[in-house]
Nanobody, 126 residues
Framework: QVQLVESGGGSVQPGGSLTLSCAASGSTNNKYHMGWFRQAPGKEREGVGYIDSRGDTKYADPVKGRFTISQDNAKNILYLQMNDLEPEDTATYYC????????????????????WGQGTRVTVSS
């Protein structure tokens, strides 16, 4: 079992930056792929990006070049640095953990992820 708790959400103007954190606890000695997802009101949950168990990252096209995923393995914290935010980035953001036996091909989709945080709200508005 892995418990995930996101923090760092808030309101920001377009062009601004935010850094989200995801603190992991529980069976963190096991290797997991870690992903960030978001869900806007009335829309399906979508993948933002992931960092796999080897440390490789990949991002969805809408955030590529603006968002960066990193992790502090010593502290079991996952980060999502978000720059140049746009109103379209407004959503609730979730971190999630997937067993490491999943191929990277699936990691931008929710299916492989067994553990989810409660979400943190990001609003981008002038």
């Amino acid at each position: 079992q892995v418990q995930l708790v996101e923090s760092g959400g808030g309101s920001v103007q377009p062009g601004g930056s935010l850094t989200l954190s995801c603190a992991a606890s529980g069976s963190t000695n096991n290797k997991y792929h870690m992903g960030w997802f978001r869900q806007a009101p009335g829309k399906e949950r979508e993948g933002v990006g992931y960092i796999d168990s080897r440390g490789d990252t990949k991002y969805a096209d809408p955030v590529k070049g603006r968002f960066t995923i990193s992790q502090d393995n010593a502290k079991n914290i996952l980060y999502l640095q978000m720059n140049d935010l746009e109103p379209e980035d407004t959503a609730t953001y979730y971190c999630a953990a997937a067993p490491s036996y999943y191929s990277d091909a699936y990691l931008l989709f929710p299916t492989p992820y067994a553990y989810w945080g409660q979400g943190t709200r990001v609003t981008v508005s002038s």
